[in-house]
């Protein structure tokens, strides 16, 4: 029977699947990253052991007959190739510090590559938003996780270069004996027991550093686990910080919060005893080896078995060897205590995606001939028992103007994640020319629309990276669509400033994030500049989820207005709840708790006395008293 996989009780092999997964993805996120971080440590290994072995060869020399033609030869050697191997060294760490500079964003940009493949629920999950704050906080914080791996192998391969070269340079004194007949201790040291023994008591060391070492780090990191989840509500609160903050001096709480997280007594009592402790015991223990070794050595030395210069030189490796030894042991049981973050990364980079993507290819008409319909759909999101839509069925085809109403929470905003695919109906279907849209290929089901949702986001690069989304853009189309969306009069400004400047105004930034030059824009222009974004896609079906919601009635009705106008003959869908905003639009639907209840055009739906739409207008037109008065807003 298969074992089932414990993160909290791991076997050795397991631990090292987990390592070595994050190496298999460091090299895909930098290739030949290893090889470069190697190279140099290489010639940082050989040049103390160079000179170890060179300063015991003069030295055996200078005891010797002292030929000074060697002698010069020697000393020759020794400057001649340690200056070699010191600017081979500074010329491989330059290339290493190179291409290690921007692992942060590599790691950053990772991840991003990676949750373009998530289900869309995965972004809405806050377990999911959660657990991706966790790991942020971790590598932060702790240093844990992919960051940990990325820093711990190039020492790993440090130690092990130490311990295969200070083996090397050693290993003949554990064969070499002395002539003539001891007794007692010096006779036990010229036997091959005493060898015997030093190399068990070698090896007993390493594995009982491993031991601790691991225990060491496992203890600290429980010490610290009671902070996690503090750290990841720091780590909220600093993107959050904006005027709130300031306003109603929130700050005095987060610094409450920081001031106990770094001085919480039971934290740092816990975090202080498991470092002495564990540390104490690894110190014992290289002081027990390194006296018996150096005991071992100057005997050797003293009973002729080798000159004065090897026992220099022997002397110097073993130290190495000790903490080369001693290191791996501290590395390795960090990295296996690490692995409790690489878990929760991995959990992350393996979110499951089940949504079934087709293979049928969607005809590519230029007529735009395209008819959606849902067909008895409900849906209820992931982990509620509560329906969001509930048996809704209606058409509408290419070229329609088409208005979504209701009440806050009424489904309006759902009712579009579905028909664009972000998530598939719980019950019913959704038809694209008569044909279930699951079928089609997901790209290219995606591509038909074009969207701008009341959250809608603009980064801080240029003005026509943001209207194309993506870096490059057609500057003609980019101004053509920023123009028809309202923003003629704003680049006419922009277009004065940058001749000024010598540049082009859609290159300005958007925003000082990136780019100390960059440009602040108002949140109407903003909203110009998302609604330029999906003009310049050219979807045949534009959307436009309550972007406008933070304007006044009138404001509102002006951009909807223009923008029925200028979407030409594509089929535009407007969503808000307030009702005025839309009556230019062919056909209103109204929903209520998660059903269509009405549908029709404005007149017929406020003659409707007894309709939800009719009751929704006049109480909002009461609060305008020209809209009153006329039976407009």
């Not at 010329?91 to 921007?102: E, F, G, H, P, R």
Request: some cysteine; aromatic content about 12%.
């Amino acid at each position: 029977m298969k074992r089932r996989f414990d993160p909290e009780k791991r076997t050795l092999r397991e631990d090292a699947a987990l390592i070595w997964r994050a190496v298999k993805i460091w090299n895909e996120i930098q290739p030949h990253f290893w090889f470069i971080s190697i190279c140099p440590l290489l010639f940082d290994s050989v040049a103390p052991y160079f000179n170890l072995y060179m300063s015991a060869s003069i030295i055996n020399e200078l005891a010797g007959g002292c030929d000074v033609h060697r002698l010069i030869v020697l000393v020759a050697i020794t400057v001649g190739g340690g200056f070699a191997l010191s600017v081979i060294s500074r010329l491989l760490n330059s290339k290493k510090n190179v291409a290690t500079a921007y692992k942060e964003k590599k790691h950053e940009e990772f991840l991003l590559h990676a949750q373009n493949d998530f289900q869309y629920e995965h972004i809405e999950d806050p377990d999911v938003i959660l657990l991706r704050s966790r790991i942020f906080a971790d590598q932060n914080a702790f240093g844990g996780g992919m960051m940990h791996v990325y820093r711990s192998f190039p020492w790993i391969a440090e130690r092990i270069i130490n311990i295969v070269f200070s083996t090397a340079l050693t290993v003949s004194m554990f064969t070499m004996t002395a002539a003539g007949n001891f007794s007692g201790f010096l006779g036990f040291i010229n036997s091959p027991a005493s060898a015997l023994i030093i190399a068990a008591l070698i090896i007993l060391n390493a594995a009982l550093s491993l031991r601790i070492e691991g225990v060491r780090v496992k203890k600290e990191l429980e010490a610290i686990s009671d902070a996690a989840n503090l750290n990841v509500r720091l780590f909220t609160y600093n993107r959050l910080w904006g005027a709130d903050m300031i306003i109603f001096g929130l700050n005095r709480i987060v610094m409450e919060e920081m001031r106990k997280h770094n001085l919480r007594p039971k934290f740092i009592e816990n975090l202080n005893r498991a470092s002495i402790k564990y540390g104490a015991y690894t110190v014992m223990l290289n002081a027990a080896l390194d006296a018996a070794l150096f005991i071992f050595v100057a005997a050797k030395s003293f009973i002729g078995v080798f000159g004065i210069g090897s026992f220099v030189l022997y002397q110097g490796t073993i130290g190495r060897f000790i903490g080369a030894v001693s290191g791996l042991a501290i590395d390795i049981g960090a990295l296996r205590q690490n692995n409790r973050f690489l878990v929760q990364f991995y959990k992350y980079l393996d979110m499951p995606n089940d949504m079934y993507k087709g293979t049928l290819a969607v005809e590519k008409r230029d007529d735009l001939d395209y008819e959606i319909e849902f067909r008895d759909v409900s849906f209820k999101y992931p982990r509620t028992e509560n329906y969001a839509l509930r048996h809704v069925s209606m058409k509408f085809r290419i070229g329609e103007k088409l208005a979504i109403v209701g009440e806050n929470g009424s489904g309006k905003t759902t009712f579009i994640k579905l028909l664009c695919r972000l998530y598939d109906p719980t019950e019913g279907k959704i038809l694209l020319n008569g044909i279930d849209i699951t079928r089609y290929r997901y790209d290219e089901y995606m591509a038909l629309f074009s969207v701008v949702f009341q959250d809608y986001t603009l980064f801080d690069f240029s003005i026509g990276d943001n209207v194309s989304a993506s870096f490059g853009y057609d500057e003609k189309k980019a101004r053509g669509c920023l123009i028809r969306a309202g923003m003629g009069e704003k680049l006419e400004k922009l277009d004065a400033e940058a001749a000024e400047k010598g540049v082009n105004a859609l290159d300005f930034a958007i925003g000082r994030d990136y780019d100390s030059e960059g440009i602040d824009l108002s949140g109407g222009e903003r909203q110009k500049v998302a609604l330029a974004r999906a003009l310049y896609k050219d979807a045949p079906f534009v959307i436009l989820d309550e972007p406008t919601a933070a304007l006044d009635p009138i404001a509102e009705a002006e951009v909807y207005e223009n923008f029925n106008r200028i979407a030409e003959n594509k089929t535009t869908v407007f969503i808000s709840h307030r009702l005025s905003s839309c009556r230019f639009c062919d056909t209103i639907t109204v929903f209520d708790r998660g059903s269509i209840v009405q549908m029709g055009s404005h007149d017929e739906l406020v003659a409707d006395a007894d309709g939800k739409y009719s009751a929704l207008w006049f109480a909002q037109a009461q609060y305008y008293t020209e809209g009153a008065k006329t039976g407009k807003l």
